[in-house]
């Protein structure tokens, strides 16, 4: 079955880094895009950013613009995401999840798949 | 991008009941929503998507309709694990974005 774990979360000040991973197993990794998306405690979903199965194509959020890195390694069955200049309002839960419906150059923007999340809080 | 609102943003109701939820998008979707539940603690779950394709696993009494800008998710009788919160998202357009939710709750 699909599996999706996370890791790497922690608490960091504000203006620091932190990488976080996601291993991934049960489906073909090095055929299908990835996502992170990130929950805010008590809030909503928050798309982050979107990695294709090739690493060719890359999407962020206007929010983690020039901050954020999405980057991923099909050797390890790994994605990762980079979070440089880090603010109060980065703190989340953030999730790793599968593009779904279709694999290798489609692109279909549905999560179908989830990790269990990992948490960063942003504090002095 | 596309902004999806979700009403009402809590509903209370008892098991047995059927169950409603509204989704409104900023503009057309053609059939591209979905629609996620979220229990307090757990990652959120696919149930619907392209507008009333059940995922994988979801049960019968779980059903989703509409198109353009309007969409609803019906749960036909409110089982004891299906008080939770409940997410629509588009994937017509980048970003894909979700609704604010939907906390159906127990009364």
């Known amino acids: 079955q699909v599996q999706l774990v996370e890791s790497g979360g922690g608490v960091v000040q504000p203006g620091g880094s932190l990488r976080l991973s996601c291993e991934a197993s049960?489906?073909?990794?090095?055929?299908?895009?990835m996502h992170w998306v990130r929950q805010a405690p008590g809030k909503g979903l928050e798309w982050v950013a979107f990695?294709?199965?090739?690493?060719?194509?890359?999407y962020y959020a206007d929010s983690v613009k020039g901050r954020f890195t999405i980057s991923r390694d099909n050797s390890k069955n790994t994605l990762y995401l980079q979070m440089n200049s880090l603010r109060p309002e980065d703190t989340a839960v953030y999730y790793c999840?599968?593009?779904?419906?279709?694999?290798?150059?489609?692109?279909?923007?549905?999560?179908?798949?989830w990790g269990q999340g990992t948490l960063v809080t942003v504090s002095s | 991008e596309i902004v999806l609102t979700q009403s009402p943003a809590t509903l209370s109701l008892s098991p047995g009941e059927r169950v409603t939820l509204s989704c409104r998008a900023s503009?057309?979707?053609?059939?591209?929503l979905a629609w996620f539940q979220q229990k307090p603690g757990q990652a959120p779950r696919l149930l619907i998507y392209?507008?009333?394709k059940r995922a994988t696993g979801i049960p019968g009494r779980f059903s989703g309709s509409g198109a353009g800008t309007d969409f609803t998710l019906t749960i036909s009788s409110l089982e004891p694990e299906d008080f939770a919160v409940y997410y629509c998202q588009q994937r017509s357009n980048w970003p894909p974005t979700f609704g604010g939710g939907t906390k159906v709750e127990i009364k």
């Open positions: 999840a599968k593009d779904g419906l279709c694999g290798g150059a489609c692109i279909s923007r549905l999560f179908d798949y």
């Open positions: 503009q057309s979707l053609s059939n591209f």
């Open positions: 392209d507008v009333s």
């Open positions: 990695i294709r199965y090739d690493e060719n194509i890359k």
């Open positions: 049960g489906f073909t990794f090095t055929d299908s895009g």
